[in-house]
């Protein structure tokens, strides 16, 4: 089995009253690409940050290739690469001047022009940062993280608030780190890119881990299949009929009817034994497989139910 | 090395294509080169040889107070310090660089400030160049780590400005720039000795108005010295990577401490100040 190489023990931090990460234990494969996914406030940015030696932990200990964060914090910085959250840059440097100065930091850099060509951005390598888009700024961020080529890296929602073709530009870069065969650690709002480009999956809700696992192997854990029934227009669909079949009703609505089934074959074919029986107009029948999005709603709307929320004292 | 040398050409290019920044770096000054002797000279030449000396010294400190400790407030706040503290750079390579862009800016700056003055008043040096330069350099190893300090300790851009104010206009009225101290009340010139403003003012007027000499000035130039020495250690005692972190409550009494001691021991000795002299 392969050595973590970067390791949390009994992780927790607090604000105040305000628990932001629970106790947490997790360990991360060299090579591989984790996806930590979760809405505002589930813990991922303080779990990185702790990672990253930003933030203390209020319990528990964190080893970075053997490294505590925290003692060696020189040493941490020198190996990991990271893209914060928001990042601030003079606005009046251009790509390339920001490249060589943070190239100076480090004992050993990448060339300019592999880091420019990596990150798309040899045609804007002139350009003032004040001038770039929000997708070229994200890329110059992750070119900057890449510099010293480590090879643990660590993407704070490198993608939030972009446009769809500026996100897939930056979904396209990850890949093609994750072809280098980086370590990678991946906050995102975008279950579609976790999907895409992870190995592994994270969710936390309310600074708790709910689940973790490979995409393939969350998704297979719901258990269950969707449908949806597009009926004819005015029919008067009596819902209760569904109820002693095994399917659970998410919506009806426009005439289409979606429910989560977990024998679909079975359960389908009396359901349309049903819809025969009482005459109903059915146009179009659809059954897939639940995302990584349905799971991901499926988990938060559960652990929404089961954890109170606490207040933030500030 | 390579870091410190990437890092001040940085904030230089930045202060080079900014027009804001050379406009109150290197024009506003002159406002003051300008106005203080038409205001106060009432035509003399001797009056306004007398006073450029210490426009000079105002300017001086205020930019150290205004631009250095705002400068590196505001990178700090907005989070260029946090994005340097995931890298391998040391606090010490940021304080040295801010240092070294503020002294460059401030040479440039007194250089001008002080062509437009013999210029336009044809001022002449009576003293020395030499003198003249050394001041200014022990000027700005003085007053330069005081403002970075002020930037490290203050909270926010918010909090920034009233420390700077709290500092600058004591700094600026007793130390005689603004008014002679011959002219104050006994009692003000007691308190000049406290003020670290009043040794970079005798400097600067003994080499342009006086006969400059090393041994007559030694006084002032150690606790010039000595106050710039002192600044560096509480500039890497209280340096911030973010505004959140607290300052160590120890540290600042100790800088305090270290402060009242050495111009304490100014006041005690009270070394040789020509400024309180009325001029022949």
């Not at chain 2, 038409?38 to 010294?57: C, K, M, W």
């Not at chain 2, 003012?201 to 090393?214: K, N």
Request: aromatic content about 10%.
């Amino acid at each position: 089995m392969t050595q973590p190489i970067i390791e949390l023990f009994n992780i927790s931090k607090s604000y105040g009253t305000f628990k932001a990460l629970h106790e947490t234990y997790l360990n991360f494969s060299p090579g591989r690409v984790y996806g930590i996914l979760g809405p505002n406030g589930a813990g991922k940015t303080t779990l990185v940050e702790i990672i990253e030696g930003l933030r203390m932990p209020s319990s528990g200990k964190v080893r970075v290739a053997g490294l505590d964060p925290f003692v060696e914090k020189g040493k941490i910085n020198a190996i990991l690469g990271v893209q914060l959250q928001d990042t601030h840059l003079p606005e009046d440097l251009s790509v390339e001047e920001l490249l060589k100065l943070f190239a100076s930091f480090y004992s050993k850099s990448l060339p300019i022009l592999d880091l420019l060509v990596l990150s798309g951005l040899e045609s804007s390598r002139k350009k003032r940062l004040r001038f770039l888009s929000g997708g070229q700024r994200q890329r110059l961020a992750i070119a900057l993280a890449l510099i010293s080529d480590p090879d643990i890296l660590i993407f704070d929602e490198p993608t939030t608030g972009l446009d769809p073709m500026a996100r897939r530009a930056c979904r396209d870069l990850i890949l093609r780190l994750k072809g280098m065969g980086k370590t990678i650690l991946l906050t995102t709002h975008y279950i579609e890119e976790a999907e895409q480009c992870c190995d592994w999956v994270m969710i936390f809700n309310q600074g708790r881990l709910e689940i973790q696992g490979t995409p393939g192997d969350l998704i297979r854990s719901a258990g269950h299949s969707i449908c949806h029934l597009t009926f004819g227009t005015d029919q008067h669909l009596d819902l209760s009929a569904f109820q002693p079949f095994d399917v659970e009703i998410m919506s009806f609505k426009d005439n289409q009817l979606s429910f989560r089934v977990s024998d679909p074959v079975g359960t389908l074919m009396r359901v349309l034994q049903l819809i025969e029986l009482k005459g109903y107009t059915l146009i179009d029948l659809q059954m897939k497989k639940p995302s990584l999005e349905d799971v991901y709603l499926e988990i938060l709307n559960n652990t929404q139910t089961t954890h109170q929320p606490e207040e933030v004292c500030i | 090395m390579n870091a410190f040398f990437h890092l001040t050409k940085s904030y230089l290019i930045e202060t080079l294509r900014s027009p804001t920044a050379l406009f109150w770096s290197l024009a506003f000054p002159l406002v003051f080169v300008v106005g203080f002797p038409y205001l106060f000279s009432g035509g003399q030449s001797e009056r306004i040889a007398y006073i450029i000396p210490g426009v000079l010294t105002i300017n001086l400190i205020a930019a150290s107070f205004f631009g250095i400790s705002l400068n590196m407030v505001t990178q700090r706040e907005k989070g260029l310090f946090r994005q340097f503290r995931v890298t391998p750079l040391k606090k010490h390579t940021i304080i040295s660089a801010n240092a070294a862009h503020a002294f460059i800016v401030t040479t440039l700056s007194l250089i001008v400030q002080l062509v437009v003055a013999m210029l336009l008043f044809g001022i002449r040096i009576h003293g020395s160049w030499t003198g003249l330069i050394l001041a200014c350099l022990f000027g700005m190893w003085a007053f330069i780590p005081l403002g970075l300090w002020v930037g490290s300790t203050a909270r926010d851009t918010k909090t920034a400005p009233a420390i700077t104010n709290l500092l600058f206009f004591p700094f600026m009225f007793l130390s005689g720039a603004a008014f002679p101290l011959f002219l104050m009340p006994a009692f003000f010139q007691k308190l000049a000795y406290w003020i670290p403003a009043t040794y970079v003012l005798e400097l600067i007027q003994g080499a342009m108005v006086r006969t400059f000499s090393i041994r007559d000035s030694l006084g002032a130039i150690g606790i010039l010295v000595a106050t710039g020495a002192i600044a560096f250690i509480l500039n890497a005692l209280f340096f911030r990577w973010e505004s959140q972190q607290k300052i160590n409550l120890k540290h600042l009494v100790l800088a305090l401490l270290a402060l009242i001691l050495l111009y304490g021991g100014a006041f005690l000795l009270k070394p040789q100040l020509y400024s309180l002299v009325q001029p022949g």
